[in-house]
């Protein structure tokens, strides 16, 4: 298949993942994260979201009530990824996360986008970001996409929040 082929406005909806204790996760997405809860399904299952979508994080305990997070070396969610609309976004999420002592495990300048890692209670990597404009974005001489990883200027960031 061609790139001319692929869907254009194919987007990811949602994640919906296997926690171990909704109550703790459902803490974390909506008072770290910034989502708001849309529904409920008893007790073993939430939905989330940004903007009144139906729900862009869906939480369970379906197979999982009491689980530990998968041991390294196995498959699984590597992270899920939230976009934020603007930098400003970025750093308020940012210290939103450091205000309730949730701990980074890195933070990169990608030079198409500044991104912020950490774990969500179950070990689940999870990713906040913002894209620069794609005029930006970093290409090589043939035109190539360019992406790097370096350092990400926290501070510089957070003082944006």
Known sequence: ???KEYPVRLSIG??????SDLDRSTAFYRDVIGLAVTQRYGSQAIF??????HH?????TWESRGGRPPAAGT????HVAFLYP?????AQAVRRVLAHGVQLDG???HGVSQAIYLRDPDGNGVELYWDRPAAEWPRD???TLAMTTDALDLPGLLALA
């Open 141 to 143: 001489a043939e035109g």
């Open 75 to 78: 498959t699984g969610l590597y």
């Open 1 to 3: 298949m061609c790139a």
């Open 14 to 19: 949602h994640v919906h993942l296997k926690v």
């Open 56 to 60: 862009h994080v869906g939480l369970n």
């Open 107 to 109: 933070a990169a300048d």
């Open 48 to 53: 989330l979201s940004a903007d009144g979508y």
């Open 86 to 90: 603007t930098r400003p976004e970025l």
